[in-house]
């Protein structure tokens, strides 16, 4: 029901090209593929590392360096589609998650 909403919303406007940015929910195949090649997402993380949630407390888990985010495709596989652009910031010393 979620997917077919904002699909007929998304055909109200005439929309061409989707692009997600902090939307947080999983979308359904059939949606998917239908905007496949025209839908992008913004992710918190240099992918393919860090693909899904908590990607700031997991990089600094890890002890990375050099975090950052990735402007990517979506496909039917969740933060995995061709990347367009990505841009690093450092890591320092006593970042935590909302400083990160």
């Known amino acids: 029901a979620h997917d077919g909403a904002i699909d007929a919303a998304l055909a109200s406007f005439g929309a061409e090209i989707v692009a997600l940015a902090g939307y947080m929910r999983i979308l359904g ?3 998917l593929e239908k905007w496949l090649g025209r839908m992008i997402n913004i992710h918190p993380a240099l992918l393919p590392a860090f693909k ?4 700031h407390a997991r990089a600094l888990r890890a002890g990375i360096r050099i975090h ?3 402007v990517h495709f979506v496909t039917l596989d969740m933060d995995d589609g061709p990347i367009i652009a990505q841009a690093g910031v450092p ?3 006593g970042d935590n998650e909302d400083t990160l």
């Open 29 to 31: 195949a059939r949606f």
């Open 52 to 55: 899904g949630l908590d990607t």
């Open 68 to 70: 950052g985010c990735t």
């Open 91 to 93: 890591v320092m010393v």
